[in-house]
Every structure is written in C-alpha cells, then in structure tokens.
C-alpha cells in the first residue's frame, strides 16, 4: 500500500462480527453497483453475482475497543454471491471482501473468481488491481 497498490482483503469464518456489520450495510445501502456472470469450466456451470457498495466510512470510524479491526483508506465492500452446478452436487456460496480501490462490480469479477485471484485475497495477500 506503500507503493500505491490498493488492497483486496477477504472477509473470513472467523470475523463474525465484521461479516454481520457487512450484511447490515448491504441491506441498508442505498446504492449497489452489481453485475452478473456465467462461467462453464472446470467440470461446472457457475452463475456469478458481484455487488459492490461504497458506503463504507464505518470502516474508518473510531475502534470501539482494543484490536478492533479498522481498514484505513477502505473504499469499496464487496460481495460475490456465486451458485455452481457440478456433476454430482450444486453449491452455494456467499463471499465478502474490503478493498482500497473504488472500481465497478465487472472490474471486482475478474478479480473474485472461485478459480482466480481470490485464492491471493483469501491470503491476505496484496494484489495490484
């Protein structure tokens, strides 16, 4: 971030209570930039919805206690609903992530794929969008 890289961060099992501060604001924003994709490969047919909202100062705020996870310079909070039709089963599944960069929902699906990049945000690791 140094660099000027922004930050694609996943929001993970064990942050509860930031994953349910991310619903609310999905349910309450009043702005959603979303886009939808279909992808047909590897043994499935994925439809892909990517939602980004950018009503994100609660994210900035004042840490409410000691080690409250707070993310300077947020920009955009993103959320990739994504249902796959595989051989043998279907799957579902609701992913959310944080980034710096204030970019449309197309531009995130690139970035948020099941068999893409997301494999580096879900490191924590910086990505150049």
Request: hydrophobic content about 35%; aromatic content about 8%.
């Amino acid at each position: 971030m140094d660099k000027g890289a922004d930050y694609l961060l996943a929001v993970k099992a064990n942050q509860p209570t930031l994953r349910a501060e991310i619903e609310s604001a999905f349910s309450a924003a009043t702005r959603i930039d979303t886009c939808v994709d279909f992808d047909k490969g590897h043994g499935r047919i994925e439809q892909r919805s990517v939602s980004v909202i950018t009503e994100v100062d609660w994210l900035n705020g004042e840490r409410r206690f000691p080690g409250e996870l707070r993310l300077p310079n947020a920009a955009t909070i993103i959320r990739v609903k994504s249902q796959a039709e595989l051989a043998d089963r279907g799957r579902f599944e609701t992913r959310y992530y944080i980034s710096s960069a204030l970019l449309p929902a197309k531009r995130y699906g690139m970035h948020t794929s099941r068999y893409g990049d997301d494999k580096a945000a879900e490191l924590g690791k910086l990505i150049h969008l």
